[in-house]
């Protein structure tokens, strides 16, 4: 029901069904005051939502500075937690692994243990795939990372959790499992849009971990991209639908909250 639940909200949440729906509204409510508001709600929304230069703001608030790979210098981190979101889950054939807009979370645990700055990858996620039967993430993720040259003892899977919550709740289930002593040092590896809702998470669970933020939305001090006409004036359709992850996260920290979890 939570997941049923999660992806109603998550669907209207998105201000491209905002603006969808009042478009609607202004043309099928009768002339008069509702229809006067929802034409000029939808004007101003329109406006806000389309400018490319209050979105690359809003993500620069909002997302965690990168990370250089020369910060992590000196002992390497136990384990790097790398949260799923990252594979086309509806892509066939599941001989291999098909990145998503977010594979840099992969990618980028994989090159850090070959860099030496992790001892173990742990892919965290029970997100299965369309096909019968079914694959998890983190399985295909773990096999993928194998075939990359990361040896089988430096991977583990864990694939049962669905969300961030469950995420975090299935990582400390881990530990407490384990009869070797706790790694100490933890880094969580994630998009950077993704970042405060997963810090959030663990951090409810009692977990400390550093982050590793990927795939950031937009670039960072860019005067160039900041003040041109055409990334300050003139509105993006394609940015409307960019904000809907974003407002996802929003949302998700609401109910994180509403529900204790963090």
Do not use: K
Not at 76 to 92: K, N, Q, S
């Amino acid at each position: 029901m939570y997941s049923l639940l999660s992806a109603i909200a998550s669907f209207f949440v998105q201000p491209a069904v905002w603006l969808v729906t009042l478009a609607a509204l202004s043309l099928w409510l009768r002339p008069g005051r509702w229809r006067t508001v929802a034409r000029w709600a939808l004007a101003i929304l329109a406006v806000v939502f389309s400018n490319p230069w209050l979105y690359h703001r809003a993500m620069q608030w909002w997302e965690p500075a990168p990370l250089a790979i020369e910060a992590l210098a000196g002992e390497p981190w136990d384990e790097a937690i790398v949260l799923g979101g990252f594979t086309r889950l509806w892509a066939m054939p599941t001989d291999r692994l098909h990145l998503n807009g977010d594979g840099n979370r992969f990618l980028h645990a994989v090159e850090l243990y070959h860099l030496g700055r992790v001892g173990r990858l742990i892919f965290v996620s029970g997100g299965m795939t369309d096909t019968e039967p079914p694959m998890a993430e983190a399985d295909l993720a773990a096999r993928t990372a194998e075939r990359l040259g990361v040896p089988r003892g430096a991977i583990v899977a864990l694939n049962t959790s669905r969300n961030t919550h469950e995420n975090a709740a299935e990582y400390r289930d881990y530990l407490d499992s384990q009869a070797d002593p706790r790694p100490q040092r933890l880094l969580m590896v994630t998009s950077a849009f993704h970042a405060r809702r997963s810090m959030a998470a663990f951090a409810g669970q009692g977990l400390e971990v550093t982050l590793f933020p990927t795939d950031h939305r937009t670039g960072r001090d860019h005067a160039g991209r900041r003040w041109t006409v055409g990334n300050t004036i003139l509105p993006s359709p394609g940015t409307v639908l960019s904000w809907g992850p974003v407002c996802r996260e929003w949302l998700g920290l609401v109910v994180y909250r509403l529900r204790g979890w963090i």
